[in-house]
């Protein structure tokens, strides 16, 4: 169930799951090239090689182009990373550059390094 | 009344200059009050405490928008649910889930759930936007509805940033030229807790809900409606099962067509009073009177009339029930049954304590509405009076208003205080009305009697007599007052004085009778003397005819023989002797 969820949607940005993890899927959630998603990405980015190296799937969600998407996952800040899983979904607003603050967002502090 | 007549004329003035456009909100009286409605492709912020009904003002906005005036709308609920809103406003007619189907209505639930979220460095509410605008482009909205948008402030910590990013909303639904509702929790001494109204600049409406002796009014206000007359004062509002109805207080424009129709009262003696012919069409009578002197007989006969000529009446009791009037008019001869039976008479009953002032007059209006007819009679008005006899006068005034506007007769009875100033009702409502009927007791030697005057009649010669009031198996009598020395008698001392009266004709008569006996012996006597000296008379003069006779014969002979005498004689000028 899990896994096809995720080939039905294949992240964009890289992320393959090692298998014996629990695997996290991540959407963040951007509206156009503004210097905050920017730099949310960019920190996501590293947080996630830095920390869940093989154990994320990325998703970034452009909602100029999906606007739709905004209501059915309820997004309301911008820039807005949401784990969808493992349950239950979590949402870490802002430009992520707090690295510890994400960790605990995404509860998987425990897990880094 | 002046300043209605003075806010209607600038309403027409000002429709001369360049107004700011109106979007009509389809609220019974709303647009009354603000000369149109809610500012057109602007902001406008409904504020008030929970439960005084901002969301039903917000979406009845939006679902009039949508379903009469051809606006399609966008609701965002940050609060409720849409399926709980489709459900709030079920009651109401209204199916949501049908508009949103139809592209009429574009629905939105905003969650926030502050225990999902997690912060971490800057965000903006960008989101927001693209659901508005994916909303807004969908339906190709030009109303909006954010309901309780400062639910955000809970989701969200940085105010700075939100406070900044809901100006930034403001701005960017004036710029897309929506009309946009936007409710808002009152605040400790603000008028929103947020202070929302800051950015807000154009319309500021606030919804209040307040209980006095256990009776609730909502009331609303428009604070702030920038480029517009409007009313300021505290209006009145009702949700009921038709929706938000604001109640004008001050409606009375004055302009009524009049009518030269005449209805009649239902009493014969009382018409004969009216010029003989009723009250006028269209006008509003007051029926005062003391405690049992008669005024719901008066009415009940009205509403008989009425229905007799096959019109309809529509009789408010706020005293009796409907089962109670009927019997009790049964006494005087009117069957009331029978038209409630053929659906000429509607009867409704009400305890006046059930309702606000507001639901009474809104009750009145749905049952005229429904109901379209000719009369109107509540009985009494007095009871209505609870808290603030302003506020009566207000609702009574908006209420005539209202059925002289259709040309419906309204008949109030009204109860004035035993011995008190009659002339003045409590309810200071007779000045309003076109006629006034004062039914008063007199008590004298010992017993009450009803009496019945015409105080005031607006454009008719009217009798100015008091006649007394009789309620008879046969139904209503007045009959004319006995007036005799200056005083008016009624009642025992009527029958007395008018016994009295008769008496006196009598002795009148009979010593009238006796002096015409007597003359005519009187008469005979003198009669039989002109009689007697007439022939005495006629006697005299026969007399004095035979002499004259015997003189003339005498003569004669005396000429003879004097020619005899001559010819003996011989002269022969006889004649010169006899001449000389």
Same mark, same amino acid.
């Given at each position: 169930?899990?896994?096809?969820?995720?080939?039905?949607?294949?992240?964009?940005?890289?992320?393959?799951?090692?298998?014996? @993890?629990? +695997?996290?899927?991540?959407? %963040?959630?951007?509206?156009? #090239?503004?210097?905050?998603?920017?730099?949310?990405?960019? =920190? *996501?980015?590293?947080?996630?090689?830095?920390?869940?190296?093989?154990?994320?799937?990325?998703?970034?969600? @452009?909602? +100029?182009?999906?606007?739709? %998407?905004?209501?059915?996952? #309820?997004?309301?800040?911008?820039?807005?990373?949401?784990? =969808? *899983?493992?349950?239950?979904?979590?949402?870490?607003?802002?430009?992520?550059?707090?690295?510890?603050?994400?960790?605990?967002?995404?509860?998987?502090?425990?897990?880094?390094? | 009344?002046?300043?209605?007549?003075?806010?209607?004329?600038?309403?027409?003035?000002?429709?001369?200059?360049?107004?700011?456009?109106?979007?009509?909100?389809?609220?019974?009286?709303?647009?009354?009050?603000?000369?149109?409605?809610?500012?057109?492709?602007?902001?406008?912020?409904?504020?008030?405490?929970?439960?005084?009904?901002?969301?039903?003002?917000?979406?009845?906005?939006?679902?009039?928008?949508?379903?009469?005036?051809?606006?399609?709308?966008?609701?965002?609920?940050?609060?409720?649910?849409?399926?709980?809103?489709?459900?709030?406003?079920?009651?109401?007619?209204?199916?949501?889930?049908?508009?949103?189907?139809?592209?009429?209505?574009?629905?939105?639930?905003?969650?926030?759930?502050?225990?999902?979220?997690?912060?971490?460095?800057?965000?903006?509410?960008?989101?927001?936007?693209?659901?508005?605008?994916?909303?807004?482009?969908?339906?190709?909205?030009?109303?909006?509805?954010?309901?309780?948008?400062?639910?955000?402030?809970?989701?969200?910590?940085?105010?700075?940033?939100?406070?900044?990013?809901?100006?930034?909303?403001?701005?960017?639904?004036?710029?897309?030229?929506?009309?946009?509702?936007?409710?808002?929790?009152?605040?400790?001494?603000?008028?929103?807790?947020?202070?929302?109204?800051?950015?807000?600049?154009?319309?500021?409406?606030?919804?209040?809900?307040?209980?006095?002796?256990?009776?609730?009014?909502?009331?609303?206000?428009?604070?702030?409606?920038?480029?517009?007359?409007?009313?300021?004062?505290?209006?009145?509002?009702?949700?009921?099962?038709?929706?938000?109805?604001?109640?004008?207080?001050?409606?009375?424009?004055?302009?009524?067509?009049?009518?030269?129709?005449?209805?009649?009262?239902?009493?014969?003696?009382?018409?004969?009073?009216?010029?003989?012919?009723?009250?006028?069409?269209?006008?509003?009578?007051?029926?005062?009177?003391?405690?049992?002197?008669?005024?719901?007989?008066?009415?009940?006969?009205?509403?008989?009339?009425?229905?007799?000529?096959?019109?309809?009446?529509?009789?408010?009791?706020?005293?009796?029930?409907?089962?109670?009037?009927?019997?009790?008019?049964?006494?005087?001869?009117?069957?009331?049954?029978?038209?409630?039976?053929?659906?000429?008479?509607?009867?409704?009953?009400?305890?006046?304590?059930?309702?606000?002032?507001?639901?009474?007059?809104?009750?009145?209006?749905?049952?005229?509405?429904?109901?379209?007819?000719?009369?109107?009679?509540?009985?009494?008005?007095?009871?209505?009076?609870?808290?603030?006899?302003?506020?009566?006068?207000?609702?009574?005034?908006?209420?005539?208003?209202?059925?002289?506007?259709?040309?419906?007769?309204?008949?109030?009875?009204?109860?004035?205080?035993?011995?008190?100033?009659?002339?003045?009702?409590?309810?200071?409502?007779?000045?309003?009305?076109?006629?006034?009927?004062?039914?008063?007791?007199?008590?004298?030697?010992?017993?009450?009697?009803?009496?019945?005057?015409?105080?005031?009649?607006?454009?008719?010669?009217?009798?100015?007599?008091?006649?007394?009031?009789?309620?008879?198996?046969?139904?209503?009598?007045?009959?004319?007052?006995?007036?005799?020395?200056?005083?008016?008698?009624?009642?025992?001392?009527?029958?007395?004085?008018?016994?009295?009266?008769?008496?006196?004709?009598?002795?009148?008569?009979?010593?009238?009778?006796?002096?015409?006996?007597?003359?005519?012996?009187?008469?005979?006597?003198?009669?039989?003397?002109?009689?007697?000296?007439?022939?005495?008379?006629?006697?005299?003069?026969?007399?004095?005819?035979?002499?004259?006779?015997?003189?003339?014969?005498?003569?004669?002979?005396?000429?003879?023989?004097?020619?005899?005498?001559?010819?003996?004689?011989?002269?022969?000028?006889?004649?010169?002797?006899?001449?000389?």
């Amino acid at each position: 169930m899990r896994s096809s969820k995720v080939k039905a949607k294949p992240p964009k940005t890289q992320g393959t799951g090692n298998g014996t @993890d629990v +695997v996290l899927e991540l959407r %963040l959630y951007v509206a156009g #090239q503004t210097p905050k998603s920017l730099i949310a990405l960019q =920190n *996501l980015t590293k947080i996630c090689e830095e920390h869940l190296q093989g154990r994320y799937r990325l998703h970034v969600i @452009d909602l +100029v182009k999906t606007p739709q %998407l905004a209501q059915d996952d #309820q997004i309301l800040a911008i820039p807005t990373l949401v784990r =969808n *899983l493992p349950q239950p979904i979590r949402k870490i607003i802002g430009d992520l550059s707090d690295t510890q603050r994400v960790l605990v967002g995404l509860d998987v502090r425990s897990q880094a390094k | 009344m002046a300043r209605a007549s003075k806010r209607h004329k600038t309403a027409t003035a000002s429709h001369a200059l360049p107004q700011l456009k109106k979007s009509p909100s389809g609220i019974a009286g709303f647009d009354e009050i603000t000369g149109g409605g809610l500012p057109a492709g602007r902001p406008t912020i409904v504020c008030g405490g929970p439960g005084c009904g901002k969301t039903m003002f917000a979406m009845e906005f939006l679902i009039r928008g949508a379903t009469e005036f051809g606006e399609p709308g966008v609701l965002m609920t940050f609060e409720e649910t849409g399926e709980e809103m489709s459900r709030n406003v079920e009651s109401l007619g209204f199916n949501l889930q049908s508009l949103a189907d139809k592209k009429k209505l574009f629905l939105d639930y905003v969650r926030i759930e502050p225990s999902e979220i997690q912060e971490t460095g800057e965000y903006d509410l960008e989101g927001l936007f693209v659901r508005l605008q994916n909303a807004v482009e969908s339906v190709d909205a030009k109303r909006v509805v954010l309901d309780t948008v400062e639910a955000i402030f809970s989701g969200f910590g940085n105010s700075g940033m939100l406070r900044s990013e809901i100006r930034r909303l403001f701005r960017w639904l004036k710029d897309r030229g929506l009309t946009t509702v936007i409710t808002a929790e009152r605040g400790e001494g603000t008028l929103t807790r947020y202070g929302l109204e800051e950015y807000v600049s154009d319309c500021v409406v606030s919804l209040d809900h307040r209980v006095n002796d256990q009776i609730s009014t909502r009331r609303m206000r428009i604070v702030k409606d920038r480029g517009s007359s409007h009313g300021t004062d505290e209006y009145p509002f009702l949700i009921d099962k038709k929706g938000f109805s604001v109640l004008p207080l001050s409606s009375i424009r004055l302009d009524h067509k009049v009518s030269k129709d005449r209805i009649s009262s239902g009493i014969k003696d009382l018409d004969v009073m009216l010029e003989g012919r009723g009250f006028f069409k269209g006008s509003s009578i007051l029926v005062s009177g003391t405690s049992g002197s008669g005024k719901s007989t008066v009415a009940a006969h009205f509403a008989n009339e009425t229905c007799r000529s096959g019109k309809r009446a529509l009789y408010i009791a706020f005293e009796e029930s409907s089962a109670q009037v009927t019997r009790n008019m049964r006494s005087v001869g009117i069957n009331l049954a029978q038209y409630i039976q053929k659906g000429l008479l509607e009867f409704h009953a009400w305890r006046p304590s059930q309702h606000g002032l507001e639901m009474h007059l809104l009750r009145i209006h749905d049952l005229v509405d429904e109901f379209n007819p000719q009369v109107v009679i509540v009985d009494p008005i007095t009871n209505l009076i609870s808290a603030n006899p302003n506020e009566v006068h207000a609702m009574l005034m908006r209420l005539l208003d209202f059925l002289k506007d259709r040309h419906m007769t309204a008949t109030f009875t009204t109860l004035t205080a035993n011995r008190g100033a009659e002339e003045q009702t409590e309810v200071g409502i007779s000045s309003l009305t076109d006629t006034w009927i004062l039914l008063r007791d007199l008590e004298l030697n010992g017993e009450r009697n009803r009496c019945l005057y015409v105080l005031k009649l607006r454009g008719m010669a009217h009798s100015n007599q008091i006649r007394e009031f009789v309620l008879s198996r046969t139904g209503v009598h007045l009959l004319p007052a006995y007036i005799g020395s200056g005083t008016v008698y009624t009642g025992s001392a009527r029958l007395a004085q008018e016994a009295r009266e008769k008496a006196e004709a009598l002795r009148e008569q009979q010593q009238l009778e006796e002096k015409r006996k007597e003359f005519s012996v009187r008469r005979g006597v003198l009669e039989s003397q002109i009689a007697a000296l007439r022939s005495e008379l006629s006697s005299g003069e026969s007399e004095f005819a035979r002499l004259t006779r015997q003189r003339s014969e005498r003569q004669q002979r005396l000429a003879l023989d004097r020619e005899e005498m001559g010819k003996i004689r011989g002269v022969t000028s006889a004649n010169e002797v006899v001449n000389s």
